[in-house]
Structure formats: structure tokens, C-alpha cells
């Protein structure tokens, strides 16, 4: 039904009850039963006729939303397909003469256009437990994070007071902790034969290797660090240490210790981190009743769970060994990771031309801290 309609009837109706109104004011009387009812009538036709305008506005509405929808969906897919194109055809080496199809040109290479670093940031985040599971932040540049000390004595408190006497004030105090843009560059080799392929996708090949590359890194820095000028690293980072009773060795009392090191705010998010073969010999462990203390856990994301928490394996921990850190235990959004989204690439083409490859280099800006000790703790084997 057009709207043009619906609202001519609605004014026809409203003079109607207007005119029933002005003849009882004209001749000052009260409305007869018969008028009332004539006036309640028309109120209710042009109560549902408000209702149907009011549906067919929102009826247009859903409609035009609907199809602006599809159209902003239309403009991203032919985005995002000019930009794979742009991205596909500058590693096979083609020039587009399209201004739109080209890659701008960065500090270390062409820049990746956004919807292809977009996929190769989020590769990464499902490829890496341990990025994932940090506190994140995709920003350029220096990235200030206030930090609350953990010295007692500089603790806010509250205590009891009496009238006529001054509270002691205390304030705890802020630092913080800067996180820098430290350059990491990952390589991944095409066979030149693949390339020439067409029907090879290209794009998503150099995506799923690229992603694995720097999650493999990014993963072996956030867990290690390398010293100056790269991550710091939790094993590195992390004040609050806990000692094995012996040495070489892990038992359950040393697993409870390093659970109970971390207040319980702290504990609904946390997890195990440690090496395959550490958690081969703690699914050895048994509790007095000779139940296994690691149990599979389908819920789990790794499959196991320790004292009610999930564990993951990295082949960057340390094994069993004296001295050495073995187990990361906490909240893990007790580390940040800086990680910029702009990804830039290198097309290396002569570098590998003997191997009959073509070289990729994506480079990535990272950094990582730990920014709250109370969340994180390690166990450490006595020597």
C-alpha cells in the first residue's frame, strides 16, 4: 500500500473527527452516543493506519539498509580483488598501469595492502597460542604503558580512623614500560614453476607461509627474548620464580607451588606453557591415589589439562634440565605484544635465481614486555 494513500486517508479521517467535534461546540452541547461512537470509530482507523505507515517506513528501511549493505559488501570484494591482483602481481614481477592496482613504497619495501596484511596478522594470531592469548596492540610507533609498582610500602591502604585525627595518606606509585618497533623480517621461498601457473594462488600460498614464519618467531621471542634490541620474553622478563624441590626433576608438589604463586585474581585465564617433552614426563606424575595429574581434556585447546587449567607445548621452552626455566605458569595478558599492521614486502629476484626460487621478505615492526609480574610466574629446575 503507497504511503501517498495512507496519508490522505488518515487527513480524511482526522477532519472527520474534527467536524464531529466542532458541531457539538457550535451548538454547546455534549456529544450524543452516536457521535461518540462515529469519533471513536475514525480514532481507531487512524490508530491503524499510524501502524501500517510506521511498518511500511521500517519495511523501506530494512530494505534500503539491506541493500546498501550489499552494495558496501560488492565495493569490499572488488577491493579486497584489486588488492590480491596488486599483491599477486608484484611478486610475479607484472606492472599494472591501474594507479589503484600499485603498492605504495615504504622504509623496507612496498607496502602490503591492508586486507592482505589483515590476513596474514590474523593467520599469525591462530597459528600462535602465545601471541593470541597476550594483551595486544596494533599501533605504530612507541607504545607507553603506565605500569602500578608492586613495593608494599607504596600501596594505597585503608585502615580505621577516629574523629579529630588526620588519615595517613598513601599513594601507590606509576611507572612504566615502553614498548619499541624492533624490525623482524620473515623469507619465504616460490618455486618460479608455481608462479607461472595459473591457476596457483599465489596470494594465499605467500600468506600461509609468510603467517607461519613470523609466528614461529614471534613465538620463540615472546617466550625467550634475545637480549637488547628485541623482545624482552617471559622466561627473561618474569620476576616471580619458583624452584623445584629437586633437581633435574618436576614433581606435584613443585606444580602447586607454581600454580599457587599467582594470586587468584589472576587465575581463571591461566595457563601451562612448557616444552613437548616436559609435559611427556608430567603426564607421568601420579597423585597419591595413583590417578595421572595431566589428563586429557577435550575442552582444552590443546587437549590436556593440569590442576584444572589448560596446557600448551612449544618446542621454544626449555627442556628438563638444571637451571633451566621449564614451565611458564599465569594469565598471559600479563605480557603485552606490540605488533604493527602494516606489513611490507621484498621481492628478492635474483638472490635465489640459481635455486630456480623467488625470495619474499615480509617485514614486520614487533615488541613485547611483561607488564604485570603478579599475573605470570615460572618454575625453574633446581641445579
Known amino acids: 500500500m503507497e504511503l501517498k494513500y495512507l496519508t490522505e486517508q488518515r487527513a480524511e479521517n482526522q477532519s472527520k473527527m474534527q467536524g464531529i467535534l466542532n458541531g457539538a461546540k457550535g451548538e454547546k452541547r455534549a456529544m450524543t452516543e452516536e457521535k461518540i461512537k462515529k469519533f471513536k470509530e475514525l480514532k481507531k482507523l487512524i490508530d491503524e493506519i499510524d501502524e501500517t505507515i510506521k511498518a511500511e ?9 539491506e541493500s546498501q549493505k550489499e552494495e558496501t559488501d560488492k565495493q569490499s570484494e572488488s577491493t579486497e580483488s584489486a588488492e590480491q591482483r596488486a599483491f599477486a602481481n608484484f611478486i610475479r614481477g607484472i606492472k599494472t598501469e591501474k594507479r589503484a592496482n600499485n603498492l605504495d613504497v615504504g622504509n623496507n619495501g612496498a607496502i602490503v595492502p591492508q586486507t592482505i596484511a589483515n590476513k596474514i596478522i590474523e593467520k599469525v594470531k591462530e597459528i600462535c597460542p602465545i601471541y593470541s592469548l597476550s594483551e595486544i596492540y596494533n599501533v605504530k610507533g612507541d607504545l607507553v604503558i603506565p605500569y602500578y609498582g608492586e613495593n608494599a610500602s607504596e600501596d594505597i591502604t585503608c585502615a580505621y580512623a577516629t574523629e579529630f585525627t588526620d588519615l595517613t595518606s598513601t599513594a601507590g606509585k606509576f611507572t612504566s614500560i615502553n614498548l619499541s618497533s624492533y624490525l623482524a623480517g620473515a623469507l619465504t ?60 626433576k618436576i614433581t606435584a608438589d613443585d606444580l602447586i607451588d607454581l600454580q599457587e604463586s599467582v594470586i587468584d585474581n589472576y587465575q581463571k585465564n591461566a595457563v601451562f606453557i612448557m616444552n613437548r617433552s616436559t609435559r611427556k614426563a608430567i603426564r607421568k606424575l601420579k597423585d597419591g591415589d595413583g590417578n595421572y595429574l595431566l589428563n586429557r581434556d577435550i ?85
Open 57 to 65: 517506513e521500517e519495511a523501506r528501511k530494512e530494505e534500503l539498509d
Open 189 to 248: 621461498k616460490i618455486s618460479k614453476s608455481l608462479i607461472n601457473k595459473s591457476d596457483f594462488d599465489l596470494t594465499n600460498f605467500v600468506i600461509n607461509k609468510m603467517s607461519a614464519a613470523i609466528a614461529e618467531f614471534i613465538e620463540k621471542e615472546l617466550l625467550n627474548g634475545t637480549g637488547t634490541n628485541s623482545c624482552q620474553g617471559i622466561l627473561t622478563g618474569v620476576t616471580n620464580i619458583v624452584e623445584t624441590s629437586s633437581s633435574g
Open 299 to 383: 575442552t582444552s585447546a590443546w587437549g590436556y589439562s593440569l590442576l584444572g587449567k589448560p596446557v600448551y607445548a612449544s618446542d621454544n621452552m626449555p627442556e628438563i634440565g638444571a637451571s633451566k626455566k621449564a614451565i611458564i605458569y599465569g594469565d598471559m595478558t600479563g605480557l603485552s605484544v606490540k605488533l604493527t599492521k602494516d606489513v611490507e614486502i621484498q621481492v628478492l629476484q635474483e638472490l635465489y635465481a640459481a635455486q630456480h626460487v623467488l625470495g619474499v621478505v615480509g617485514w614486520v615492526e614487533i615488541d613485547g614486555k611483561v607488564t604485570d609480574q603478579q599475573k605470570l610466574a615460572v618454575l625453574k629446575i633446581k641445579a
